[in-house]
């Protein structure tokens, strides 16, 4: 199956600040990326569907202006949290569509700790 | 999207069969099962997937029901490697494949 990386693994930032998860699809061209923010003891959410070189498909609920998400090449799509706050301490996890083997590629996820 | 109901946990015994069920009533007649599991702290890893006939692959067998409103994950003999949260989703093929994951169980293995 593809293989997909995320960077960083872990991160700890003040509130306020942005953050920027990378997610990168390492030997598959993928066309459409998926993003998730899962919580302690909780299931995955699915937070929005990441489209190479179009805008992304957010979920009901989740705010647009706040995670901004860009797809620029098959290979990579960032999520970018912005003016942090200790809500959005969470673990964020990014899935690469295998579209003909019908699966879904996972990254290791990304932790995040706003301070 | 249709609803899943997993038990919340299971135990197994290391080296003994493991059968996880999965209602999924209000499916339509053409979402694939899927199965993902996720190992803790982990992102979730691909398991198994079908649509009408049962299916079988190096991790696992998926059991499918004739009305297609329950399955059963087949783990044939599970190992300590096998704890996990085990995730049955049915999902619509079409332009965007996402999964909506629910609950899941949670699958303890002893030794």
């Known amino acids: 199956g593809a293989v997909v990386s995320q960077h960083p693994s872990r991160v700890i930032c003040k509130s306020g600040t942005s953050v920027k998860i990378e997610c990168r699809s390492l030997?598959?061209?993928?066309?459409?990326m998926f993003w998730y923010r899962q919580f302690p003891k909780q299931s995955l959410m699915l937070m929005a569907t990441?489209?190479?070189?179009?805008?992304?498909?957010?979920e009901q609920g989740v705010e647009k202006d706040k995670f901004l998400i860009n797809h620029a090449s098959l290979t990579l799509s960032t999520l970018t949290v912005t003016s942090a706050h200790p809500e959005d301490s969470s673990f964020y996890i990014c899935?690469?569509?295998?579209?003909?083997?019908?699966?879904?590629?996972f990254g290791p996820g990304t932790r995040l700790t706003v301070l | 999207d249709a609803k899943t109901t997993q038990p919340n946990s299971m135990e197994s015994n290391e080296e003994e069969p493991v059968h996880l069920p999965c209602n999924h009533s209000?499916?339509?007649?053409?979402?694939?099962i899927h199965w993902y599991r996720q190992l803790p702290s982990q992102g979730p890893e691909y398991v198994i997937h079908?649509?009408?006939s049962n299916v079988n692959n190096r991790m696992a067998s998926l059991a499918i029901a004739e009305d297609r409103k329950s399955s059963t994950l087949i783990l044939h003999r599970a190992t300590l490697r096998d704890a996990a949260v085990y995730y049955c989703?049915?999902?619509?093929?079409?332009?965007?494949?996402?999964?909506?994951f629910g609950t899941g169980t949670l699958l303890a293995v002893q030794p």
């Open positions: 030997d598959f061209q993928a066309t459409t």
């Open positions: 989703i049915p999902q619509e093929r079409g332009a965007t494949n996402k999964l909506i």
């Open positions: 899935s690469v569509d295998g579209q003909v083997r019908d699966t879904q590629y």
């Open positions: 079908g649509l009408t």
């Open positions: 209000t499916i339509s007649g053409t979402d694939y």
């Open positions: 990441s489209n190479e070189g179009s805008k992304a498909t957010y």
